[in-house]
């Protein structure tokens, strides 16, 4: 996160602040990433994260649950997702 952090207050149009927003996985990254406290992350703002990833969410005794994997794949790649730039196209 340290270095994504660092890329993000340099470009042109940043002021030397990062915020983070997101729900479910991406409230989950926001998370892990304020625990490493990188410079410049000021605020972060997760929304509906699961308290225990291991357990329950993403494996079940051990084994992955391929069905929760897919879910948030399959939401990140709607037409409306894209749209809005939370997944990058790329040109044929």
Do not use: K
Not at 12 to 20: C, E, K, L, T, W
Not at 39 to 49: K, N, S, T, Y
Not at 54 to 82: E, I, K, M, N
Request: some cysteine; charged content about 10%.
């Amino acid at each position: 996160m340290g270095l994504r952090a660092r890329w993000v207050r340099s470009l042109p149009q940043a002021n030397g602040r990062v915020g983070m927003y997101g729900f479910s996985y991406q409230a989950i990254t926001q998370l892990l990433a304020a625990a490493h406290q990188p410079d410049g992350l000021v605020c972060i703002a997760p929304g509906m994260a699961a308290c225990d990833l291991y357990q329950g969410w993403f494996y079940h005794h051990g084994a992955l649950r391929l069905a929760s994997s897919l879910v948030g794949v399959c939401r990140c790649s709607r037409p409306t997702c894209v749209a809005t730039n939370c997944v990058r196209q790329r040109s044929p």
